[in-house]
């Protein structure tokens, strides 16, 4: 829920920003429609139908030659409808923050404090470093919810990037969290990023606090390790280890490991493969045996035209012997574009579980989507 005080934040710089002398001033108004439908048949022929519209306000000011603020206030507003029958629909809808932070920016470093998307790593669809979005690869708008907390960023002329950040008020599951974080208490953590040999290494960190259901405050220590590099393919890996007190499970280690690559074919107008393979374990000691899942996933994507593309997106999950399998046609005009989607999934989802919505996609379905962006 949007604080007060935030709300009166964004409102104090809005009507004294005009006030700051310096340069030019600028402001503009974006926004994004979607409307989408959903069919499923095996989930007793269930349809949704849903319309969102996400406005977006940005403004800029130059207080110097090397120094500007800037803004952006956006709300994701939805309405979905869920038909089982035609006189049993179950409908949902909310207006809600999507996007409200302030930024102090030169050409090497930057400063945002408000509710904003913090994302980082070298992986592509199962990523051990989701610790602050849920964003779904086979989603074509890739949309997230944000975190509030102040985010600092510096860029050395070697590429070499340091990230600070100090999280507060969520308490919101995000990524792959199981357990929300206690809202009252500070999140913190960093990253470094430099290069090395044809690419890049980085190291991260976060630590929370956990608010467990029986109130119990419970400490959480994240690590993590990722790098990338294109030596005629491109090849990343990407890592985390996790650490809480014992209190939550007697498993107090989790380990996530993804490794990838991908490689774009002459073939016609370019075929682009990519692949990971991901494994996630829960164990009592930091690197002894533990019990968990493994992934791969190889996607296809091919560009039929100017205006259309095809992407395959396919999954195996090891420990259970099952397959995930999604397909995207998208065609894209200036301001429209239109999605046809189609799954074949379990009837028990193992990988998003937090995404919203994925029962849906559950079984054998398709979606169709059309945006308008202005």
């Known amino acids: 829920m949007l604080k007060f005080r935030n709300i009166v934040f964004i409102i104090s710089v809005m009507v004294f920003m005009p006030g700051i002398r310096g340069g030019a001033q600028t402001f503009e108004l974006e926004g994004q429609l979607s409307g989408w439908m959903t069919i499923n048949p095996n989930q007793s022929f269930k349809t949704q139908v849903g319309l969102r519209y996400i406005p977006v306000l940005s403004i800029e000011k130059s207080i110097s030659e090397k120094y500007s603020i800037d803004t952006e206030i956006s709300l994701n507003t939805y309405g979905a409808g869920l038909i089982h029958t035609f006189d049993n ?56 919810d944000g975190v509030y907390g102040l985010l600092g960023r510096y860029y050395f002329l070697n590429n070499t990037n340091i990230w600070l950040w100090g999280l507060y008020g969520n308490d919101r599951i995000k990524g792959w969290e199981y357990v929300p974080s206690d809202k009252k208490r500070m999140e913190y953590g960093g990253r470094m990023q430099v290069p090395f040999s044809k690419g890049e290494i980085a190291f991260s960190y976060h630590h929370r606090q956990i608010d467990t259901s029986s109130n119990n405050i419970i400490p959480e220590e994240r690590f993590g390790l990722d790098g990338k590099w294109d030596i005629g393919i491109g090849l990343w890996f990407e890592g985390a280890l996790i650490h809480q007190d014992v209190g939550i499970s007697q498993l107090p280690y989790r380990r996530l490991i993804s490794v990838g690559l991908d490689y774009t074919f002459k073939l016609g107008n370019g075929l682009n493969v990519m692949g990971e393979y991901f494994i996630f374990e829960a164990s009592k000691k930091t690197f002894g045996t533990g019990e968990g899942i493994s992934f791969s996933v190889v996607s296809l994507s091919y560009p039929l035209g100017l205006f259309d593309n095809i992407t395959l997106m396919v999954y195996y999950d090891w420990a259970n012997n099952e397959w995930y399998r999604f397909v995207n046609w998208q065609r894209t005009f200036d301001k429209w574009s239109f999605y046809l989607m189609g799954f074949r999934n379990p009837e028990q989802f193992q990988i998003y579980q937090n995404q919203r919505g994925n029962n849906l996609f559950t079984g054998m379905g398709f979606q169709l989507m059309a945006v308008f962006n202005h």
Do not use: C
């Open 89 to 144: 629909i179950d409908t949902d809808g909310k207006v809600k923050p999507y996007r409200m932070w302030l930024r102090f920016s030169s050409s090497q470093f930057e400063v945002r404090l408000g509710l904003q998307k913090i994302n980082f790593g070298s992986a592509t669809f199962l990523r051990p470093l989701m610790w602050f979005d849920s964003i779904d690869p086979r989603d074509p708008l890739q949309l997230t």
